[in-house]
């Protein structure tokens, strides 16, 4: 997503929320969101990496885009709505122990993330109860990945090594999908997300002896989503 893009996304966004007090056709709205869906990660190594290695196999395994969203938002008339939004995303977690006779290796990864943002939908009425959605955001993100290592031997001796990384930045999505009226108050929508996340990369830094370092990079994301607001 280039710098040319996100202005002209947050232009249309932010011209939309300042114009949204000036207009007199307008009600207030709130909605519980939550979707599914994955990244589209990678992974990278300064070093040489095995097939196999628990490490290389985190990357597939850590690309879940799962999330829980709060919106509340205006319609400035019936088709057209703003609203700001605050979401967190569900915990990845993978784990990988390996055991032989002495032994016993722990490696555990662990993402986590969140966003806030503003956005806005255009809504083309079938009829009185079923409507076409489409609309865009605008938002800033969280994320971060934690590793952690630990060893144990047969004698009880044992060592832990721990890493973590943080990004913060731009996201910017596209959403479409369908919505039904339930009754003049309640609204439920489902449809598909597209989310462009900017330089969502992690770097894990080992003091070896070859300086070892990786890297897992999460880039744009395709969801499914299910929500239901309420119009006050």
Not at 8 to 31: E, K, L, M, Q, R
Not at 179 to 189: C, K, P, R, S
Not at 214 to 221: E, G, I, P, S, V
């Amino acid at each position: 997503m280039t710098i040319k893009n996100q202005t002209f996304i947050a232009s249309v966004i932010s011209s939309a929320v300042f114009i949204a007090p000036a207009v007199s056709a307008s009600d207030w709205y709130t909605g519980l969101e939550v979707g599914g869906g994955k990244h589209s990660s990678s992974f990278s190594s300064n070093v040489e990496v095995d097939k196999d290695d628990p490490v290389k196999e985190a990357a597939g395994k850590l690309d879940s885009a799962n999330y829980l969203r709060i919106n509340l938002g205006r319609y400035i008339t019936d088709n057209v709505r703003v609203y700001g939004y605050a979401q967190s995303g569900s915990k990845s977690e993978v784990s990988y122990i390996e055991t032989d006779f002495e032994t016993t290796d722990k490696t555990k990864f662990e993402k986590n993330d969140y966003q806030f943002g503003v956005g806005s939908d255009y809504l083309y009425q079938f009829n009185d109860d079923w409507s076409f959605v489409a609309g865009g955001n605008l938002g800033y993100y969280n994320s971060s990945l934690d590793f952690k290592f630990s060893q144990k031997d047969d004698e009880g001796n044992s060592a832990s090594l721990k890493k973590s990384s943080t990004n913060r930045g731009a996201v910017a999505g596209l959403n479409a999908g369908f919505g039904y009226n339930l009754t003049e108050d309640w609204t439920i929508e489902t449809g598909l997300k597209y989310s462009m996340f900017n330089d969502n990369e992690h770097k894990l830094k080992f003091d070896d002896e070859e300086n070892s370092q990786l890297k897992y990079k999460y880039k744009d994301a395709t969801q499914y989503y299910l929500n239901a607001s309420y119009r006050f």
